[in-house]
Every structure is written in C-alpha cells, then in structure tokens.
C-alpha cells in the first residue's frame, strides 16, 4: 500500500498515527504542499481530488482522511464491530470535519505564515463551539465512544490538540485537556510533527 504524506498536514498525521498504532506495513510517498506537489497533472492523474492523505492499494485507491480510518482499522481494536457504536464513531468524524478541521486547520496554518487575521477571526466561532461540544462530551467520558480508544479519537485528536497554537487556549475545556493527555498515553503514539 502507498500512503501519500506531507508531514505539515493534521490530515495526513492522523493517517500516520493509525499506521503506526496498527503496525500496517506501507511505503511513503511524501508531497510537498507548499512546493504545491499536489496540484500537479501527474498527482491528479493518481488521485482526482488533489490533496493528502490518499492511500493506493493496488487497484484501489482512497482519499479522504476519515474515510481512510474507518477502511484500515476495520477488523482492528480501533474499530468495534457493533452497528450502534461504529455510528457514533461515524458521527464524531463527520462533526470533525464539518465542525473542527477547518476551523481549527485554517487558523493553524494561517498563524503560521502569517496570514490576515480576518481569516481567523472568521472560523474562530465555529471552532469555540466545536470545542465546546466536546468539552461536554468528554466531561463524563474517558474516550469519544464506547469507553475506549478508536479512530474517532484519532481523527478528533489531530486538530484539537492544536488548538491553541490556533488561538484557542483550551482553558475552559479541562475535560478536551485531560482527553489529550489519554491519548498521547495510547501504545505506540507518535506527535504530530
Ligand atoms: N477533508 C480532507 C481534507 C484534505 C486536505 O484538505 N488536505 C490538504 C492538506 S491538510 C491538502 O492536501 N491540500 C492541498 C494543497 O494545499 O495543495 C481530509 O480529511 O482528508
């Protein structure tokens, strides 16, 4: 299997982790984003949507950082095989996606090189809500669902944990804080670079 990296990418590092948790063997193909290697022909020919993470496994190919999760972990502790609680975990990631890694990715990046603070100032309610939704959540639970460690954790992680470098400190959200710190604690973890 080809996994189709750039390490700048919370999308792509939730991949990484995955792999790693899992112990699937895979090759590096490593983008560079801001070369802009993924807006090539020649990568679009691989893969349409012109972003990482994208995974090619024979003639199978797959973007989509979520939808890449669910498809490796099947079978795996990181995702149970019961109905109710695989949908949860769906739900979760599809709320990341809509509610946090836009909101949270965009801001990152912007600080980064420096970009408007118009930029940040326009995702930063939706990010104060996602995050309140969470700190909820995970008032009463130790992990997003079923009580243990899965891909909703993994996927929810690569952002959140990035708030504050975002401009969202998390001070009001202990429980997000203490959840962090479980996940970091999880066999085989590695930091996004
Ligand atoms: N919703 C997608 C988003 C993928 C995405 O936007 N990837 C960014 C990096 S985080 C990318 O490849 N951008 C292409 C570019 O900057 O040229 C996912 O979860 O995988």
């Known amino acids: ?39 090539t022909d020649e990568f679009r020919r691989i893969n349409p949507f012109g972003r990482v993470p994208f995974i090619v496994d024979g003639d199978f190919s797959l973007g989509e950082s979520n939808a890449i999760l669910l498809h490796l972990a099947r079978g795996s502790r990181l995702l149970p095989d019961d109905a109710r609680l695989q949908a949860l975990i769906q739900q979760w990631m599809f709320f990341e996606q809509n509610q946090l890694e836009l909101a949270i990715g965009i801001p990152l990046i912007q600080q980064k090189i420096g970009g408007p603070q118009s930029t940040i100032d326009y995702y930063r309610p939706r990010a104060i809500s996602g995050l309140k939704v969470l700190e909820r959540h995970l008032a009463t639970r130790t992990f997003l669902v079923g009580e243990s460690y899965s891909v909703a954790d993994i996927s929810l992680f690569a952002y959140t944990h990035r708030a504050p470098q975002a401009g969202h400190s998390l001070e009001e959200q202990p429980s997000v804080r203490e959840w962090i710190a479980r996940v970091r604690g999880q066999r085989d973890f590695i930091e996004f670079e």
């Open 1 to 39: 299997m080809i996994f189709y990296d750039a390490p700048v990418s919370g999308n792509t590092y939730k991949v990484r982790l995955l792999l790693r948790q899992l112990a699937i063997p895979h090759q590096v193909v490593r983008i560079d984003l801001l070369k802009g290697e993924a807006r």
